[in-house]
Every structure is written in C-alpha cells, then in structure tokens.
C-alpha cells in the first residue's frame, strides 16, 4: 500500500488531480476486491505534513480510500502543502485499523500509546477525533492523548462527554 500512496502523492503533484485506479500500478489486486478502512500518513524530514483517514470505510474498494485519504492527507490544512520537490525526502504510512474496542470507566487511563490509538466521538456526535498507535515517539502516557485529542477537537477534552474506543492497526511504513 505504501508503494501506491507514494504513486498517488507523485501524480498528484505532478498533474494537480488525483489519478484514477487505472493509472496506478497495483500488485496487491485484494485492494480492488475488498473495502478497508485507512488512515495514510505523510512524513518529511519525521515531521508530519499530511494525515487523514476515516473511521469507516466510504469508498467501494481499498485502493479506492487509499486514493481519497491520499489526497486529503494531501491537502491537510493543519500542515504547510508538500511540494514536488519535497517528494524524494517523503515517508508515508499507512494504518488500517483491525480492532475497535469500547472503553469504559477511564479504561483509557490504561493504554499505551505504542500498542492502541484512541477514537474519540463526542456524545452529540458533533467532533471526533483519531489518535493512530504508536503516531509519534513523544506520546508516551495518557496524559499526551488527552493534550492531543484536545487540539484535535479544538476545545478541553472531558471523557464524559465522548464515547471511546481503543484502536489497533496493522501499519505498513516506508521507513
């Protein structure tokens, strides 16, 4: 999957549009027969520049999400635009998330931040946020989720007021 982020991030800047699945050299032909739900990461210099992703699957197929979460990862407003000649120093990673498990009465004290990521939907269903596992080698206790969730969420988070799952993912990284 890595491989055909990398395809997509290069066409993408390239031509300014993303490419249809028949322009992408696809060797895994289980991402045209199945749906997965993905989150794609893009990386330069360690840094993040682009994340994005989806708490359930939306397109009909995985090289499908995988070109949607590329190109919104892509245009990530949060982090300054990759340009062409960045593209030779980018890493990528790509998260699809196997396991979702409810946490209860402040189970998520209890995570570790390398193992499990954390979706968060407030009880209103107005915000959500998705902290990936093992995201970033400064988050090391619960204490960095809370302080990341509430950036995510723009405001003071409070677990009462969100409904919370563990998460876990199979990764896949160019680095």
């Known amino acids: 999957m890595v491989e055909i982020v990398k ?20 060797l895994d032909k289980s991402l045209v027969e199945r749906k997965a739900n993905l989150f794609v990461t893009i990386y330069k210099s360690w840094e993040i ?16 999400e995988l070109i949607a979460n590329t190109i ?26 196997t396991t979702r498990q409810v946490l209860n009465d402040w189970k998520i004290l209890t ?30 206790n619960w204490e960095d989720f809370e302080t990341v969730l509430g950036k995510k969420l723009w405001e003071k988070f409070e677990e009462k007021n969100y409904d919370l799952f563990a998460i876990t993912t199979k990764q896949e990284t160019s680095f």
Do not use: C, H
């Open 7 to 26: 395809q997509i991030i290069k066409y993408y800047l390239e031509n300014n549009k993303a490419p249809t699945i028949w322009e992408l050299v696809v």
């Open 49 to 64: 520049r682009g994340s994005a992703g989806n708490i359930k699957e939306l397109e009909p197929t995985a090289l499908q």
């Open 72 to 97: 919104a990862a892509l245009n990530d407003e949060r982090f300054p635009k990759l340009t062409l000649s960045e593209f030779k120093d980018i890493q990528v990673r790509v998260d699809e998330i």
């Open 111 to 140: 995570l570790d931040p390398i193992k499990s990521g954390v979706l968060a939907i407030k009880k209103d269903r107005e915000k959500l946020a998705v902290i990936l596992p093992w995201i970033s080698p400064l988050m090391l």
